[in-house]
C-alpha cells in the first residue's frame, strides 16, 4: 500500500494541469454484501470489497475513470474481480465538499467455492460524497454491482452486490497556485 501511495504522489506531481483537468489515483475499502437470489443472498455472508481506479477529470463536473474492483462473499467462498471503464460527475464541484456519482460498464472474473471460473459483462453504479483538497482527496460511496452471468453456476447468476467504503485518492493540485508580483 506505502508504494502505491508513493507512485500516485509521483504521477500527481509531475502532472502540471490546468485548474480544469484532474489527474487521480484512488483506492476505496468496504464490506461487500449480496443482494439477489434468495439462496446466494442467505448462504452468502458480509465479506471484503476493493476498489482501485485511475480518474482524469475533463472539467470541473465529468471525468472518466479505469477502475479495478475486488469483492469476495465469505461463507460461499465466492469472489469477482473486475476492470471498469466508466465516467465520473462530480455535483457542485467549487464546494470542497460535494456529491460524487460515477457510472460504469466492464469485464468481471467470478469464482465460485469449486474454484470455477467465468467471466461475464458486470454494471458499476456508485454515489456518495467527497472532500477536495489540495492534493488529497476522501470519501465514502456507495457502489452497487450487477453482474451477468451466462453460465450454469446457478448461486453466481446475475450477481448483485453493494459495497458502502471508504476511500482517498491523490491527485494534482485542484486550484492554481498565483503569483504574487
Request: net charge negative; proline share 2%; glycine share 10%.
Given at each position: 500500500?506505502?508504494?502505491?501511495?508513493?507512485?500516485?504522489?509521483?504521477?500527481?506531481?509531475?502532472?502540471?494541469?490546468?485548474?480544469?483537468?484532474?489527474?487521480?489515483?484512488?483506492?476505496?475499502?468496504?464490506?461487500?454484501?449480496?443482494?439477489?437470489?434468495?439462496?446466494?443472498?442467505?448462504?452468502?455472508?458480509?465479506?471484503?470489497?476493493?476498489?482501485?481506479w485511475?480518474?482524469?477529470?475533463?472539467?470541473?463536473?465529468?471525468?472518466?475513470?479505469?477502475?479495478?474492483?475486488?469483492m469476495?462473499?465469505?461463507?460461499?467462498?465466492?469472489?469477482?474481480?473486475?476492470?471498469?471503464?466508466?465516467?465520473?460527475?462530480?455535483?457542485?464541484?467549487?464546494?470542497?465538499?460535494?456529491?460524487?456519482?460515477?457510472?460504469?460498464?466492464?469485464?468481471?472474473?467470478?469464482?465460485?467455492?469449486?474454484?470455477?471460473?467465468?467471466?461475464?459483462?458486470?454494471?458499476?453504479?456508485?454515489?456518495?460524497?467527497?472532500?477536495?483538497?489540495?492534493?488529497i482527496?476522501?470519501?465514502?460511496?456507495?457502489?452497487?454491482?450487477?453482474?451477468?452471468?451466462?453460465?450454469?453456476?446457478?448461486?453466481?447468476?446475475?450477481?448483485?452486490?453493494?459495497?458502502?467504503?471508504?476511500?482517498?485518492?491523490?491527485?494534482?493540485?485542484?486550484?492554481?497556485?498565483?503569483?504574487?508580483?
Amino acid at each position: 500500500m506505502t508504494k502505491f501511495l508513493s507512485v500516485a504522489l509521483i504521477l500527481a506531481a509531475a502532472f502540471t494541469l490546468n485548474a480544469q483537468e484532474r489527474f487521480e489515483v484512488g483506492m476505496g475499502a468496504g464490506t461487500s454484501h449480496p443482494l439477489n437470489g434468495d439462496a446466494f443472498r442467505n448462504a452468502a455472508s458480509t465479506g471484503d470489497g476493493h476498489q482501485f481506479w485511475l480518474g482524469y477529470g475533463l472539467d470541473e463536473h465529468w471525468g472518466v475513470e479505469l477502475g479495478s474492483d475486488n469483492m469476495d462473499f465469505d461463507a460461499v467462498n465466492a469472489k469477482s474481480t473486475g476492470i471498469s471503464l466508466g465516467g465520473v460527475y462530480r455535483f457542485v464541484p467549487t464546494s470542497w465538499i460535494h456529491p460524487i456519482a460515477k457510472l460504469g460498464l466492464g469485464s468481471f472474473e467470478s469464482e465460485d467455492a469449486a474454484t470455477q471460473k467465468t467471466t461475464s459483462m458486470g454494471l458499476k453504479a456508485a454515489g456518495g460524497l467527497e472532500a477536495d483538497f489540495k492534493y488529497i482527496s476522501v470519501g465514502a460511496l456507495v457502489n452497487f454491482y450487477h453482474i451477468m452471468k451466462t453460465d450454469d453456476a446457478a448461486d453466481l447468476k446475475n450477481t448483485q452486490a453493494l459495497v458502502p467504503a471508504v476511500f482517498v485518492a491523490v491527485h494534482n493540485a485542484l486550484t492554481e497556485e498565483k503569483e504574487t508580483s
